[in-house]
Structure formats: structure tokens, C-alpha cells
T-cell receptor, first 114, second 112 residues
């Protein structure tokens, strides 16, 4: 375990479903991130939270909605997704707000939209 | 915004030989350059990072170099071993709370 835990590890959902991905870090970090990893593409930054405030939206479709209730938890709420949203969703944390930019990643949630 | 190009996409080397992965970046303000290793079924793991106030950094069999003028940086792995087989990602950032911009990854295969 890296100190960043993501649940569930695998998720299959229909296009009309609503689901949420959860990320939890026990490292005392002050920044958290959602990345999307698709085959043959670079990791795509979706959302950044620093000191629990969102600082980056990166033109992500509104069917993805992040939530950061405290510095240890990050959620990604999903609704009316498309098949092209199938990917590995990675959460990461860092001490970026205090100058240490090295990420610790979770193992990801493998999402399949059917 | 930042754009990071990474080459090659696949690299196969004999065990014991060296491997080199190269990246270029576009934003001259970038000053933080980490490298990540991703094994099957796991998230990327930071293996080495450096800032642009140093030109080279070494950690056992891994070394990284930076050419700020040309805006490119490289990962060198010497005396490769089977456990080095993985996908390697370079990334760049100008620091602060902004996220990292990653390259597309290099699949490193170590042939026994």
C-alpha cells in the first residue's frame, strides 16, 4: 500500500447510473488530484484540490463532479457517463501547497461504462 | 499549457544493458521533473525527481539529466534487471498547486 487508497478497484456501470469513486490518503498531504489514464494516451489531469479548495478544472465534462470534504478524502461523482469514459481513474496526493511536488498515487479504479 | 513528449514508446534491452528514455517539454517555466514507474495493476510510483537548478541526479542504477536550453530531460537505467520491466512516465511542472503534465509513457522490456 502506498498510503493512498482507492475504492472500488473495479466498477462497471451503465450510462444512466450514478456512482462515486473514493480516494483516501493517510500521508498528511495537502493537495489531491484526479487523473484519467486511457490506453495510448498520457495521464490526463482532471481536478486538483489544494488545501481543500479546487484550483484546476481542466475543461472536464460536467458528468464528472469532484468533492473534497477534508484534506484526507477525495471523491469523484459520476453520472450519465459515455462508453469513452471507460478508463483507469487514478487519485494522487502531494505536499504541493508547501513546496513538495512529488505525487503518491493510489492503485486506481478501473471503470467500464456499458 | 505544458506539453511533454516522450520517446520511445517501447524499449527492449538485454538484461544487464543500459536503457535511456527521453522527454521534451514546451514550457520554459517548468522547473520540476519527476519520473514514475508503473507496474501492472498498480498506480505510478515516483522513482526519482529533480528540479531545474541541477543538471544531473543519480540514485544507485538510475540517473536523470536535464538540458534546460534544449528543454529536454532523460532517464538512464544501468545494469538493467528483470524487475525493471514496467511502463515509465516522465512529467513536468512549474510547481505550485498545478498538476503535473505527463508524457505518454515508455514500455520497458528487459530480455533475459
Amino acid at each position: 500500500e502506498t498510503g493512498v487508497t482507492q475504492t472500488p478497484r473495479h466498477l462497471v456501470m451503465g450510462m444512466t447510473n450514478k456512482k462515486s469513486l473514493k480516494c483516501e490518503q493517510h500521508l498528511g498531504h495537502n493537495a489531491m488530484y484526479w487523473y484519467k489514464q486511457s490506453a495510448k494516451k498520457p495521464l490526463e489531469l482532471m481536478f486538483v484540490y489544494s488545501l481543500e479548495e479546487r484550483v484546476e478544472n481542466n475543461s472536464v465534462p460536467s458528468r464528472f463532479s469532484p468533492e473534497c470534504p477534508n484534506s484526507s478524502h477525495l471523491f469523484l461523482h459520476l453520472h450519465t457517463l459515455q462508453p469513452e469514459d471507460s478508463a483507469l481513474y487514478l487519485c494522487a496526493s502531494s505536499q504541493a501547497a508547501t513546496g513538495d511536488y512529488g505525487y503518491t498515487f493510489g492503485s486506481g479504479t478501473r471503470l467500464t461504462v456499458v | 499549457g505544458e506539453n511533454v513528449e516522450q520517446h520511445p514508446s517501447t524499449l527492449s534491452v538485454q538484461e544487464g544493458d543500459s536503457a535511456v528514455i527521453k522527454c521534451t517539454y514546451s514550457d520554459s517555466a517548468s522547473n520540476y521533473f519527476p519520473w514514475y514507474k508503473q507496474e501492472l495493476g498498480k498506480g505510478p510510483q515516483l522513482i526519482i525527481d529533480f528540479r531545474s537548478n541541477v543538471g544531473e541526479k543519480k540514485d544507485q542504477r538510475i540517473a536523470v539529466t536535464l538540458n534546460k536550453t534544449a528543454k529536454h530531460f532523460s532517464l538512464h537505467i544501468t545494469e538493467t534487471q528483470p524487475e525493471d520491466s514496467a511502463v515509465y512516465f516522465c512529467a513536468a511542472s512549474e510547481g505550485g498547486a498545478d498538476g503535473l503534465t505527463f508524457g505518454k509513457g515508455t514500455h520497458l522490456i528487459i530480455q533475459p
